[in-house]
């Protein structure tokens, strides 16, 4: 019943979807309330309200009512399931068979892994006749669609072997077909991704001026480089069919990540037409189309798969860089409404939140090797063994020196790692004897380029009652201050131990140019993962009632102060003890109640256990936020940074502020529009000069040196090229100078 003002105005059976539509048409359309007020009672949106008005306005009551069968955008099978049909695939059962198995059609499974092998010969005569049937323009340079797909389609035996990524050779990317010739229109390419006969799009380019944000391709080079794509094509296969494959999402989002799109939201502020020049495409994925492909990569659960790979590649490249690695932890602050039992202190808020722990491992230049997400927000002390393995597996049985904060202080570890073939840098953390600055020695040397100099003092220390012996490096600030660093590495220098500490700093800066640049905490999805109900957690109970002691202990000692202060003004005039405590009679009864109450909650706290499991907690359920999906654009947003530090090493030969303005060089870089040609299989990129002539000639020696690695667009044939038009000419030429008189002769007619 709807009363309003005290008076019925309508009324309608509880389950009844239209009557109940209708209620908030009619409350709105009569005046009675506003949309957001009507929302708000029906528990509802205001969008919802606004589209049943619509309905009702077009076609009356029956457009309320929700049309006989699936609901159009609706996945049939949930994500959940998408892991359980990989596995019965990988039995060798039909799609038919895995329908019948999970209760739904055959079409449905078909539309999530494609069709089977024994429809693929059917679907790709019905591609033949599709096109012309629907009234579509042949290709040009063909006599028909069948002729078309005949040409461009390779036999069953090359289709094998180019799609098997495991067979082919690694850098032998299987080349996508297409049916199209204009660049601007791929109408039949996205036809045969709707048939299931296209897993990606390749990439057609079309001639340009002025083409926007096109210096991103300059990053291409090094992306190809990195791995990602090949040792993706591997693990991921294809998440096809679909007009927007692997490649094609890969490469969005690492542009993405490049050109400062921090979100996918974000993609709504950009054209997707001149987005998808950079692509080869004629429009770039949007919002929807980008968050169904990373859904369909978690479904995969890869994502800690490739980043070890990843890792191992680099390591490949940059062995010599792995003899010290730093490890540190960074808290993501969750400021949502779910109930996560994750907590962490937060550094840089003063303060402990609901938050996750990510683990980074950075090489000794500061560049990061890989990411682990951590599944719980464990001290370092507690996630250095697991960590350990993790980059034991990547870097492999050579020698490390493991640099870390005071946060992995821990004796017995230093032993376990010790045990394991790991050194160690940390921190020394507890009280230790001052040391004289007299016994302090200047020591001054060269790393990487820059001079440092510090005032040392170097002893042997013993801890495990003297079975763990170390080497502590004590340095004196300019402050007076002294810090003193642990390591097991006898052989280094002291001054070199000293720079590889504080060098631990180019982590933190990493964390913070993460952060502002590439969004690092941001959230991709708001997809939630039950608890483990047998992990450990402080006690909530015991949290409360230490704050509850803590209030009591300050009131105990509030009236014990104020007792003690009665006492001494009243001693001359009440010299018995007994006199004393009649006349402050309630003084002392407040006392007594404040003891007693310190003493109750103590004897509750100590019933109380410090850990209990997720399954005992009172709240109905505790989850924990996705993490596939979060640790897939890690990695890609790792390789976008690795990219970046990659260009500003040849950069840094011929500019000469590479240090200070490299990396802001390089977003003016790659958000510099310019041309696009394609002549005899290369894809020439020419870009716009920069804002100041010195940055245009650097970018020029920075496209001859990219030159010189022959890079293939992937996914085609091309060849890129890059070029920097020349600076215009600033100034006049006096006309004396050698200048002015060349000028005054050109222009004299002859």
Same mark, same amino acid.
């Not at 039909?94 to 679907?123: C, F, M, T």
């Not at 002729?147 to 090359?158: F, L």
């Not at 550094?347 to 230049?365: C, E, F, G, K, V």
């Given at each position: 019943?709807?009363?309003? =003002?005290?008076?019925?105005?309508?009324?309608?059976? =509880?389950?009844?979807?239209?009557?109940?539509?209708?209620?908030?048409?009619?409350?709105?359309?009569?005046?009675?309330?506003?949309?957001?007020?009507?929302?708000?009672?029906?528990?509802?949106?205001?969008?919802?309200?606004?589209?049943?008005?619509?309905?009702?306005?077009?076609?009356?009551?029956?457009?309320?009512?929700?049309?006989?069968?699936?609901?159009?955008?609706?996945?049939?099978?949930?994500?959940?399931?998408?892991?359980?049909?990989?596995?019965?695939?990988?039995?060798?059962?039909?799609?038919?068979?895995?329908?019948?198995?999970?209760?739904?059609?055959?079409?449905?499974?078909?539309?999530?892994?494609?069709?089977?092998?024994?429809?693929?010969?059917?679907?790709?005569?019905?591609?033949?006749?599709?096109?012309?049937?629907?009234?579509?323009?042949?290709?040009?340079?063909?006599?028909?669609?069948?002729?078309?797909?005949?040409?461009?389609?390779?036999?069953?035996?090359?289709?094998?072997?180019?799609?098997?990524?495991?067979?082919?050779?690694?850098?032998?990317?299987?080349?996508?077909?297409?049916?199209?010739?204009?660049?601007?229109?791929?109408?039949?390419?996205?036809?045969?991704?709707?048939?299931?006969?296209?897993?990606?799009?390749?990439?057609?380019?079309?001639?340009?001026?002025?083409?926007?944000?096109?210096?991103?391709?300059?990053?291409?080079?090094?992306?190809?480089?990195?791995?990602?794509?090949?040792?993706?094509?591997?693990?991921?296969?294809?998440?096809?069919?679909?007009?927007?494959?692997?490649?094609?999402?890969?490469?969005?989002?690492?542009?993405?990540?490049?050109?400062?799109?921090?979100?996918?939201?974000?993609?709504?502020?950009?054209?997707?037409?001149?987005?998808?020049?950079?692509?080869?495409?004629?429009?770039?994925?949007?919002?929807?189309?980008?968050?169904?492909?990373?859904?369909?990569?978690?479904?995969?659960?890869?994502?800690?798969?490739?980043?070890?790979?990843?890792?191992?590649?680099?390591?490949?490249?940059?062995?010599?860089?792995?003899?010290?690695?730093?490890?540190?932890?960074?808290?993501?602050?969750?400021?949502?409404?779910?109930?996560?039992?994750?907590?962490?202190?937060?550094?840089?808020?003063?303060?402990?939140?609901?938050?996750?722990?990510?683990?980074?491992?950075?090489?000794?230049?500061?560049?990061?090797?890989?990411?682990?997400?951590?599944?719980?927000?464990?001290?370092?002390?507690?996630?250095?063994?697991?960590?350990?393995?993790?980059?034991?597996?990547?870097?492999?049985?050579?020698?490390?020196?493991?640099?870390?904060?005071?946060?992995?202080?821990?004796?017995?570890?230093?032993?376990?790692?010790?045990?394991?073939?790991?050194?160690?840098?940390?921190?020394?953390?507890?009280?230790?004897?001052?040391?004289?600055?007299?016994?302090?020695?200047?020591?001054?040397?060269?790393?990487?380029?820059?001079?440092?100099?510090?005032?040392?003092?170097?002893?042997?220390?013993?801890?495990?009652?003297?079975?763990?012996?170390?080497?502590?490096?004590?340095?004196?600030?300019?402050?007076?201050?002294?810090?003193?660093?642990?390591?097991?590495?006898?052989?280094?220098?002291?001054?070199?131990?000293?720079?590889?500490?504080?060098?631990?700093?180019?982590?933190?800066?990493?964390?913070?140019?993460?952060?502002?640049?590439?969004?690092?905490?941001?959230?991709?999805?708001?997809?939630?993962?039950?608890?483990?109900?047998?992990?450990?957690?402080?006690?909530?109970?015991?949290?409360?009632?230490?704050?509850?002691?803590?209030?009591?202990?300050?009131?105990?000692?509030?009236?014990?102060?104020?007792?003690?202060?009665?006492?001494?003004?009243?001693?001359?005039?009440?010299?018995?003890?007994?006199?004393?405590?009649?006349?402050?009679?309630?003084?002392?009864?407040?006392?007594?109640?404040?003891?007693?109450?310190?003493?109750?909650?103590?004897?509750?706290?100590?019933?109380?256990?410090?850990?209990?499991?997720?399954?005992?907690?009172?709240?109905?359920?505790?989850?924990?936020?996705?993490?596939?999906?979060?640790?897939?654009?890690?990695?890609?947003?790792?390789?976008?940074?690795?990219?970046?530090?990659?260009?500003?090493?040849?950069?840094?030969?011929?500019?000469?502020?590479?240090?200070?303005?490299?990396?802001?060089?390089?977003?003016?870089?790659?958000?510099?529009?310019?041309?696009?040609?394609?002549?005899?299989?290369?894809?020439?990129?020419?870009?716009?000069?920069?804002?100041?002539?010195?940055?245009?000639?650097?970018?020029?020696?920075?496209?001859?040196?990219?030159?010189?690695?022959?890079?293939?667009?992937?996914?085609?044939?091309?060849?890129?090229?890059?070029?920097?038009?020349?600076?215009?000419?600033?100034?006049?030429?006096?006309?004396?100078?050698?200048?002015?008189?060349?000028?005054?002769?050109?222009?004299?007619?002859?």
């Amino acid at each position: 019943m709807i009363v309003v =003002a005290g008076l019925p105005v309508h009324h309608y059976r =509880a389950d009844d979807a239209v009557a109940e539509s209708y209620a908030m048409v009619f409350l709105v359309e009569s005046g009675f309330a506003e949309q957001i007020d009507v929302a708000r009672a029906f528990a509802r949106s205001a969008r919802s309200v606004r589209r049943y008005q619509r309905c009702y306005a077009q076609g009356g009551m029956a457009a309320l009512g929700r049309a006989e069968g699936w609901r159009r955008g609706r996945r049939r099978i949930s994500s959940k399931r998408l892991h359980s049909i990989e596995v019965l695939k990988s039995q060798g059962l039909s799609n038919r068979a895995i329908g019948h198995r999970l209760g739904v059609s055959e079409k449905a499974i078909r539309k999530v892994i494609g069709p089977s092998p024994a429809a693929d010969g059917w679907q790709l005569a019905l591609a033949g006749i599709t096109p012309a049937t629907a009234g579509e323009p042949p290709a040009p340079p063909a006599t028909s669609i069948g002729d078309a797909v005949a040409d461009v389609t390779p036999s069953a035996q090359d289709q094998v072997e180019a799609c098997d990524p495991f067979a082919a050779p690694d850098d032998a990317e299987p080349l996508p077909m297409s049916l199209d010739r204009d660049a601007s229109d791929r109408t039949f390419d996205r036809q045969l991704a709707y048939l299931g006969l296209l897993d990606d799009a390749a990439p057609l380019f079309r001639e340009g001026s002025s083409v926007p944000a096109v210096g991103v391709l300059l990053a291409l080079p090094c992306l190809v480089e990195s791995g990602l794509l090949r040792l993706s094509r591997k693990l991921y296969g294809e998440i096809g069919p679909a007009f927007y494959g692997l490649r094609t999402t890969l490469l969005t989002l690492l542009f993405m990540a490049l050109l400062r799109v921090k979100r996918p939201e974000q993609l709504k502020e950009r054209d997707p037409a001149a987005f998808g020049r950079l692509l080869g495409l004629d429009r770039a994925p949007e919002v929807k189309t980008l968050r169904r492909r990373l859904t369909r990569l978690a479904a995969h659960h890869c994502a800690e798969q490739l980043g070890a790979e990843l890792a191992r590649l680099r390591v490949d490249q940059r062995g010599h860089l792995m003899g010290f690695l730093y490890i540190d932890g960074h808290v993501r602050a969750y400021h949502g409404q779910r109930s996560i039992a994750s907590r962490a202190y937060v550094a840089r808020r003063h303060l402990a939140m609901p938050a996750s722990t990510d683990y980074w491992i950075n090489d000794r230049s500061g560049e990061p090797l890989f990411v682990v997400t951590g599944e719980v927000n464990a001290a370092l002390t507690k996630a250095l063994p697991r960590l350990l393995r993790e980059v034991r597996n990547v870097v492999g049985e050579r020698r490390m020196t493991i640099v870390f904060d005071r946060g992995g202080w821990s004796p017995k570890l230093f032993g376990t790692m010790l045990k394991d073939g790991f050194d160690l840098l940390t921190y020394r953390v507890g009280r230790c004897r001052r040391i004289n600055e007299r016994r302090f020695i200047r020591r001054r040397a060269e790393f990487d380029g820059h001079w440092v100099d510090y005032l040392l003092h170097e002893q042997p220390v013993r801890f495990l009652k003297g079975k763990l012996r170390l080497r502590q490096i004590t340095r004196l600030c300019d402050n007076g201050h002294q810090t003193q660093v642990i390591t097991s590495r006898w052989d280094l220098r002291d001054i070199e131990v000293a720079y590889r500490m504080f060098e631990r700093w180019r982590q933190e800066n990493f964390f913070k140019y993460m952060r502002e640049e590439f969004l690092l905490d941001a959230l991709i999805d708001y997809q939630i993962e039950p608890e483990d109900p047998t992990r450990t957690i402080p006690n909530p109970e015991r949290r409360s009632l230490d704050k509850e002691i803590k209030a009591a202990r300050a009131d105990l000692g509030s009236r014990e102060r104020e007792y003690g202060a009665a006492a001494a003004n009243t001693e001359q005039r009440r010299p018995t003890m007994r006199g004393f405590k009649i006349a402050h009679r309630k003084l002392g009864k407040q006392l007594q109640a404040a003891r007693l109450r310190v003493a109750r909650l103590l004897e509750q706290r100590r019933e109380l256990p410090k850990r209990i499991e997720i399954r005992d907690l009172s709240e109905p359920a505790v989850v924990k936020l996705a993490t596939e999906r979060k640790h897939l654009t890690d990695i890609i947003k790792m390789i976008a940074y690795q990219a970046e530090s990659d260009l500003l090493a040849l950069l840094r030969p011929h500019y000469a502020r590479a240090d200070q303005e490299g990396r802001t060089l390089l977003h003016e870089l790659f958000a510099t529009a310019g041309d696009i040609r394609i002549t005899d299989g290369e894809l020439h990129i020419t870009l716009d000069p920069l804002s100041s002539p010195h940055r245009t000639h650097a970018a020029q020696a920075l496209c001859q040196a990219l030159d010189q690695t022959a890079t293939v667009f992937p996914g085609s044939r091309l060849r890129i090229r890059f070029a920097v038009r020349p600076p215009p000419r600033i100034g006049l030429a006096f006309p004396g100078s050698p200048a002015g008189r060349h000028a005054a002769a050109a222009a004299t007619p002859s």
